[in-house]
């Protein structure tokens, strides 16, 4: 255990500057107005690293001794290095315990060249509210060999710290874009060559029944509503996920961890 050094600034105080890290923790518009959000915990930061994610500056405590990771992480960083009195990083780390480095990743652009077209299937959240659920999504994904999380319409952040942390870094490590709604993710991919599979309760044809091998976009919808009519329109078939029990449904980033998993288990068995 040692103590960092070597800093670029020393943040003594809450002052404007701390102030504009802490609008990170939980302002959406001072998040998108900077381009950054906060980059929290050790595998998020380390999958960040991994994936040379633009980083703009590394957050360090001045005041407490630090594992060797964090220290090896502190003195490889090409980002700014601000040291600051560790009450102060805890309070952006937003954690239980002691928080060792906190990263400011910089948010890229809604670019459609950063969804990759060959890679297993797009999945298009409509309308979600809760960023837990986007990171989730973004950790399935991940898992099941997904391609990119599009979120779309008046959704929750996915670069708010919550979908960070639910996702345990996975959403540095897939492609998220943001988009308007349908028609702009169809203008995004080759019309004609992409299947619109919806999830609905009141579903036309059952999982097991799709060929997910094709290339295909996932839609789920909002987590109260469903999908909105536009999407509707735009899915050429919707699935149903049967329930038994007294559930009632399931939560959505469950759902599109099902059809994820089965859209892999196709792939598989084709040896795609």
Known sequence: MQQLEQPDEVLHTRNAEFQQ????VANRTKRHRQQAFLIQGV??????????????ALLGPSDRQVSDWALETWQSSSARRVLMPGEMLDE?????????????GEIPADDPARLPRD?????????????RNLG??????????????????HAADP??????????????????????GPEQVQEWLEPGTWQYVGTDETGERELRELD?????????GNETRGMSTAWRDACETTVALPVVGTASSLNVAVTGS???HEALRQRIDAGA
């Open 92 to 104: 952006l780390g937003e954690k239980a315990d002691v928080t060792e480095l906190v990263g400011v």
């Open 43 to 56: 595998r998020p930061l380390s999958i960040a690293i991994e994936r040379s994610w633009p980083i703009r």
């Open 258 to 260: 099902i059809v994820l």
């Open 21 to 24: 890290l802490q609008a990170l």
């Open 136 to 153: 989730m999504l973004a950790r399935s994904i991940d898992a099941f060999g997904g391609a990119a999380l599009v979120v779309t319409g």
């Open 212 to 220: 997910l091998v094709r290339r295909t976009v996932i839609v789920l």
């Open 159 to 180: 670069y708010d710290p919550q979908a960070v942390r639910a996702s345990t870094g996975s959403l540095l490590a897939v492609p998220v874009l943001r988009a308007e």
């Open 119 to 131: 890679a297993g299937p797009i999945v298009v959240i409509d309308r979600a509210t809760q960023p």
